[in-house]
């Protein structure tokens, strides 16, 4: 069923501007799958999800023209509370797309609105608990449930309003890689077992990909770029030459792929992608691990390790520990005399870290991430045993002096911003510089063009892209003059286009000396850029060394941490090419493939 | 969970929200009328072994929740001493270089203890009463629009993450440099310093549910059907009953034995 | 011109009402020193910072009842995270919104300066209404009455209306005024 939503001449301006956000955009999806919607950002995929549920333009006002067909019948004039029964939407962010205090309360709002009988709401509230996995959460508030069980909230209301169609803006942007597993298994359980359609905006493509049935890709200027089943769709992005430069994410390995077939073709490489472009079929797209191999064993491979952990070398530095740690631990006060002793968060923690080093901590929710930095950070006090920075023993260290030391940018960048423009934000962080006006002015604007903000010189933080508060944030830390920078979730609701570029910034910052630490648990992020990992579990340090010795060896299932994407990959072409190497990084996989074909000397041995 | 340990609900607990407001209401305009301090005083004791007793709550826990108040109370009896003091206007009783009259004195005090019983009032209401059932109350017996009840219901459901932001904002702050407790001048101007980005912050949530309450179909009839609901009961009744009656008996009595004046005892001249 | 509530609107004064009453809160204690000393005179003079919970969703909004509702949500606010004052806050800002919204409905809900300078000093008349019965002023004599309503004035014309000004500026530059009245000036 092609034509189960399709969108016809749809073009708009939002009330106050002037550009539109499309021109004639005509796309359809397809019923009782998941369609993915991709694009550019900045391109209107969220609004396009805003447009079907109509509250573009009743709620977001603005000029529309054109129609909207759901199953034949047009839905481009109707309201959104008289699509609701329909039509569900997950928005992006799990915190605020709810209004009342308990989930019973919040799973009855919506039937409350369609004015179902109250005697019958007990049964389906119980029916999409159930559905998504949320049973027994009934009598809890809203607030207590994590970023997961908030998104799987979220649906669970659009499934008690019996809605046929599910669509959702980036509803795992926010969360972490164990909640996002649950999410995707759940929309698939939703598409096969409840004959529901999902129309998904999405970045994190790498679990998604077998089971997205169709696809649209939108252009920068507000029209289609590329519409078809996705099989067709993921081939065109990979394998065709006019797609080689196209902004829009593919999974981690076609990513490989497109880089490596489009950099420097050979005849065999081009016959091999007019062969993939040849076949066309509906339903999901499957690598072709076969056929590639074939490819790649056409060429002579390289000699080399079968296991390729890292290619950086490790900056063993003799440099003293900047940061030490000894038997630290730290225990919650109990709430009152009948809960006990409290909780133990951490549990005789040692770590040291060096000037100038990278160091990743990871760990799953609750393991201790989060105390350590309030500890570090001067929030919680009385901690026992010794933390030294530089020598000096923490609590020692006047709170202004360590904080001209330490920088800690937040998981949400607007919360240190202080005044309402750009550059007066990065002026603010020069309060104290004994420099003359004209040369914070120079270092300002120098800092505006390294960052990349020059287009946002006046405006105010708030209006920023994600990618450039965060970019906004480490550049105050910087001329504040912090020779340390802690990050708290750096990846959090962002895209990984503007992740790979400020971890190319704090880079070029790393080789100035500053030191780093970036807490996460996004492994790409540790595998590719950080000197060290420690990870915690349970209040204790599991590992404390170079994240590829980790990788190389078994994952203990406890701490709850994959390997990256690549290293999956290498995994399936070693079924069909078993002398392939695992990867730990994409490069590496990268400068493999290139000289394989020949194209360079592989860099290490 | 120590919270949910009570085997049953407490007798306030369980009165209609908009009911207990009236009664709290009630006592602010009762309490408000009389200038001896003997009624207030009565009504503040009332309340609080009304509340110890079928409130739920221990005399220890509330005595701790009262301080405050009790401080604000004395602190405004001090205050209006004073500048009914530099009047010089009577020569009855003498503190320090100060002259009052003695029905001055007697209004002044009955001021802090009315103070005393409007707070305590609104404590018990505060201490019994579930916001959530509160908002349902106002929505369903005092014909509030739904979208404002539930808006104010969402408001109510972010204060623990405002109150994380707050905190999260001023470290974020203080990091930056920016010294919050140093010198008195910080500490006038610290509130307003959180003001701008938090107030941003919360427009731009409020947009983002308002747009989830319009997806959820809200609008979608005129009438529309409760999941839970408050309802007035007897027993609701019965309790407005005899809080009317308490205070009826109240102002009588006090009457009786002259301790009840209506109004300020120096409107009537007796200055 | 269309004067109904919009969800939107609603929901955004809601949680804006909310915030000012967390500010409210933590003012309290972060001036309790100074307001324990210079009791009721403190209340003067900060009169016009307590306004804006009436004023301010007025002005961003320019429609009927949002003064009220705004001010209503922020005491209730500061009742639930402990304020020392009680029921009272409700009564004060119920009256203050009560002010605000008479002089914007003659400046028919087109703001100029005037009418923010007005509506301060109608509500500031309109809580004084509370204080005489509640507070017992009316045991004050004429001339301490007269200096403390000066003092209340002054503060709601000027603090009162800078705040508010500057406020829904900052808010428009940070993008969150789009789709809100314009301003007609």
């Known amino acids: 069923m092609t034509q189960y939503l399709s969108l016809q001449d749809i073009s708009f301006v939002y009330n106050e501007e002037t550009n539109p956000v499309w021109q004639e955009l005509s796309c359809s999806f397809a019923g009782h799958t998941i369609n993915l919607l991709l694009g550019p950002s900045g391109c209107g995929k969220s609004s396009l999800l805003h447009l079907i549920a109509g509250l573009i333009p009743h709620s977001l006002e603005g000029k529309l023209t054109g129609d909207i067909q759901l199953n034949g019948e047009s839905i481009i004039r109707t309201e959104p509370c008289a699509l609701a029964n329909r039509i569900g939407l997950v928005f992006q962010d799990p915190d605020t797309q709810f209004c009342t205090f308990y989930v019973e309360d919040e799973l009855a709002f919506g039937m409350e609105n369609l004015c179902v009988e109250p005697e019958a709401m007990d049964a389906r509230i119980d029916h999409a608990l159930a559905l998504v996995g949320l049973q027994g959460l009934r009598k809890r508030t809203v607030s207590s449930l994590s970023g997961g069980q908030k998104q799987k909230l979220a649906i669970a209301c659009a499934l008690t309003m019996d809605a046929e169609l599910l669509l959702m803006d980036e509803p795992t942007a926010m969360l972490d890689a164990t909640s996002r597993k649950e999410i995707i298994e759940l929309l698939i359980r939703l598409v096969h077992e409840e004959r529901k359609t999902i129309l998904l905006v999405e970045h994190n493509l790498d679990e998604l990909l077998p089971h997205v049935g169709h696809v649209v890709v939108l252009d920068r200027t507000g029209g289609v770029a590329l519409q078809g089943s996705a099989h067709d769709v993921f081939s065109r992005l990979a394998f065709d030459p006019e797609f080689a430069r196209s902004p829009v994410y593919l999974p981690e390995p076609l990513l490989i792929l497109r880089d490596w077939l489009h950099r420097a073709p050979d005849d065999r490489m081009r016959a091999f992608c007019q062969n993939q472009l040849s076949v066309k079929q509906d339903g999901a797209y499957t690598l072709p691990y076969g056929a590639l191999a074939a490819l790649i064993a056409s060429y002579e491979a390289p000699v080399t390790d079968s296991v390729q952990l890292s290619s950086f070398t490790q900056s063993e530095t003799s440099a003293p520990a900047y940061l030490e740690a000894r038997n630290l631990s730290f225990c919650y006060p109990a709430k009152n005399k009948y809960s006990g002793s409290g909780i133990e968060v951490l549990k005789s923690v040692d770590f040291s870290i060096r000037a100038g080093e990278w160091i990743a901590i990871a760990g799953a929710n609750g393991a201790g991430k989060t105390t350590l930095l309030n500890i570090l950070f001067r929030v919680l006090n009385g901690y026992v045993g010794c933390i030294r920075i530089s020598g000096a023993e923490l609590s020692a260290i006047p709170v202004q002096t360590l904080y001209s030391q330490m920088g800690l940018l937040f998981q949400n960048p607007e919360w240190q911003f202080v005044t309402n423009c750009v550059t007066d934000e990065l002026l603010f962080s020069l309060k104290r510089s004994t420099m003359s006006e004209s040369e914070k002015r120079e270092a300002v604007d120098r800092l505006i063009e390294q960052f990349h903000l020059e287009n946002s010189r006046n405006r105010s933080p708030f209006l920023l892209s994600q990618g450039e508060k965060r970019r906004l944030s480490v550049a105050c830390m910087l001329l504040t003059g912090q020779r340390t920078l802690v990050l708290d979730e750096p990846t959090y609701g962002q895209d990984s286009e503007n992740t790979r570029e400020l971890m190319s910034l704090l880079q070029s910052l790393r080789s100035e000396g500053v030191t780093i630490v970036i807490v996460t648990h996004d492994m790409r992020l540790v595998s590719q850029y950080a000197d060290r990992l420690l990870l915690l579990s349970e209040g204790v340090i599991v590992f404390d060394g170079a994240p590829a010795t980790m990788f190389g060896s078994v994952l203990n299932p406890e701490w709850r941490v994959e390997h990256p994407p690549v290293w999956r990959f290498s995994q399936e072409m070693r079924a069909y090419l078993p002398a392939f190497p695992m990867f730990l990084m994409t490069e590496n996989c990268i400068s493999y493939l290139n000289s394989c074909s020949g194209r360079e000397a592989l860099s290490n041995g | ?271 | 011109m269309e004067n109904k509530w919009k969800t939107r609107e609603v929901v955004i004064i809601a949680i804006v009402a909310a915030v000012i009453g967390v500010i409210y809160t933590i003012m309290d204690y972060a001036y309790m020193p100074l307001s324990a000393l210079l009791g009721p005179v403190f209340m003067e003079l900060t009169f016009g910072i307590y306004l804006l919970s009436a004023a301010l969703p007025a002005f961003i909004v320019r429609k009927p009842g949002f003064a009220l509702f705004g001010a209503l949500v922020t005491a209730a606010v500061n009742i639930l995270l402990g304020s020392t004052y009680g029921i009272q806050v409700v009564l004060a800002g119920a009256l203050q919104a009560a002010g605000i919204e008479l002089v914007y409905a003659i400046f028919k809900y087109k703001p100029n300066l005037l009418c923010l300078v007005f509506s301060g000093i109608v509500a500031g008349i309109f809580v004084f209404a509370r204080d005489y019965f509640v507070f017992g002023y009316s045991t004050l004599s004429l001339g301490v009455v007269l200096g403390m309503l000066a003092v209340r004035f002054v503060s709601a014309a000027v603090i009162g209306v800078l705040l508010v000004k500057v406020i829904r500026a900052g808010l428009k530059k940070a993008g969150v005024m789009k789709n809100f009245k314009p301003i007609e000036e």
């Open chain 2, 1 to 271: 969970m120590d919270k949910n340990a009570y085997v049953r609900t407490p007798y306030l607990s369980t009165l209609n929200p908009v009911v207990k407001l009236l009664c709290v209401v009630l006592v602010t305009v009762v309490v408000s009328v009389t200038s001896v301090p003997a009624l207030p005083l009565c009504m503040v004791a009332a309340t609080f072994f009304l509340t110890v007793f079928c409130g739920g709550i221990s005399a220890a826990s509330l005595l701790k929740r009262m301080l405050p108040f009790l401080g604000v109370s004395l602190s405004f009896v001090v205050f209006m001493l004073l500048l009914k003091g530099l009047e010089q206007a009577g020569s009855d009783v003498q503190i320090l270089m100060f002259g009052y009259t003695r029905t001055a004195l007697q209004t002044i005090l009955a001021l802090g203890v009315r103070i005393l019983a409007i707070s305590l009032a609104t404590l018990s209401f505060v201490i019994t009463t579930n916001p959530n059932d509160l908002v349902l109350s106002l929505i369903l017996q005092l014909r509030v629009p739904v979208v404002h009840g539930y808006a104010a219901l969402a408001a109510y459901r972010f204060l623990p993450t405002l109150k994380d932001e707050a905190k999260g904002i001023r470290l974020a702050q203080e990091i930056r440099g920016i010294e919050w407790n140093k010198g008195l001048i910080n500490r006038m101007l610290s509130p307003f310093r959180l003001m701008m980005p938090m107030l941003t912050l919360a427009a731009r949530k409020g947009e983002r549910v308002a747009l989830a309450m319009d997806s959820r179909g809200l609008g979608a009839s005129r009438t529309r059907t409760f999941y839970r609901r408050t309802t007035i009961t007897r027993r609701d009744i019965t309790f407005l009953i005899l809080v009317v009656a308490f205070c009826i008996l109240l102002i009588l009595v006090l009457a009786r034995f002259g301790l009840f004046v209506y109004g300020s005892a120096l409107e009537a001249g007796a200055v």
